[in-house]
């Protein structure tokens, strides 16, 4: 079954680096790979494209990652088809915690282990190795 994936991240480097670590997925299982540069526009894909697990950074433009995050889990029409995975520098524990009281079903930290990444988005999406 496949899935989408959504990337949402304000630095170019750091969405093309997640979208190399999921490439796999799109050409072994047909997973569609998503980005947005900010948290408008993410949210707007989410909306519109219903991704199955979101990458999000917190640190960004327009809406930050846990507002972003707030706003799902607030909207009825969105609750419970999203595993949303906050991506982010911002390490310290009060940081997680707050992403995963807003929803998040993980916390991860940059810099971050691509191989992580990937049995992530494998195990959020169902997808067996």
């Keep these: 079954m ?7 991240d304000d630095e170019i480097h750091i969405r093309m680096l997640l979208e190399q670590t999921l490439e796999d997925l799109e050409e072994e299982h047909g997973v569609t790979i998503l980005t947005a540069s900010n948290g408008e526009e993410g949210l707007d894909l989410i909306r519109r494209e219903r991704p199955d697990v979101v990458f999000l950074d917190i640190m960004m433009p327009k809406f930050s990652g846990y507002e972003v995050c707030r706003k799902v889990m607030d909207d009825p029409a969105l609750q419970g088809g999203h ?9 310290q524990e009060v940081d997680r915690r707050q992403g995963l009281e807003l929803g998040a079903k993980k916390y991860m930290t940059k810099p971050f282990d691509p191989d992580e990444v990937l049995d992530t988005a494998r195990e959020l999406l169902g997808i067996n190795r």
Aim: glycine residues 12%; hydrophobic residues 55%.
């Design 2 to 8: 496949p899935g989408k994936i959504l990337i949402v």
């Design 83 to 91: 595993n949303i995975v906050l991506l982010t520098a911002k390490g």
